[in-house]
Nanobody, 128 residues
Framework: QVQLVQSGGGLVQAGGSLRLSCAAS????????MGWFRQAPGNEREFVAA????????YYVDSVKGRFTISRDNGKNTAYLQMNSLKPEDTAVYYC?????????????????????WGKGILVTVSS
């Protein structure tokens, strides 16, 4: 079982930036694609971004393209979500997620419906 611990959430004004981190342990980090999802109050959880095991491929939901960047440092077993130009509608609990792929290419779009392993979530609040 892979364990995921998130950090970096908080309160920020509209137009500001935050970086979320997701530290993974328990399994070989490079065997997993990583992703970020979010759930706003009253809404279902939605896909935000995913990154392949190598970091060579990324995929984003349209609403965050050009503002958010997903990345990973395989030497530190950590994934990141850099969020810029934040909007009040980005307010949500953000979840880090992982899915076993081995060292093989997977079309990241398949992960928009979910992944196998989840962090506990971290709140991001964007004030107007």
């Amino acid at each position: 079982q892979v364990q995921l611990v998130q950090s970096g959430g908080g309160l920020v004004q509209a137009g500001g930036s935050l970086r979320l981190s997701c530290a993974a342990s328990g399994r070989t980090f490079t065997n997993y694609a990583m992703g970020w999802f979010r759930q706003a109050p009253g809404n279902e959880r939605e896909f935000v971004a995913a990154i392949s095991w190598s970091g060579g491929s990324t995929y984003y939901v349209d609403s965050v393209k050009g503002r958010f960047t997903i990345s990973r440092d395989n030497g530190k077993n950590t994934a990141y979500l850099q969020m810029n130009s934040l909007k009040p509608e980005d307010t949500a609990v953000y979840y880090c997620a992982a899915h076993y792929t081995g060292n093989y290419y997977r079309n990241l779009e398949v992960f928009t419906s979910g992944m196998d392993h989840w962090g506990k979530g971290i709140l991001v609040t964007v004030s107007s």
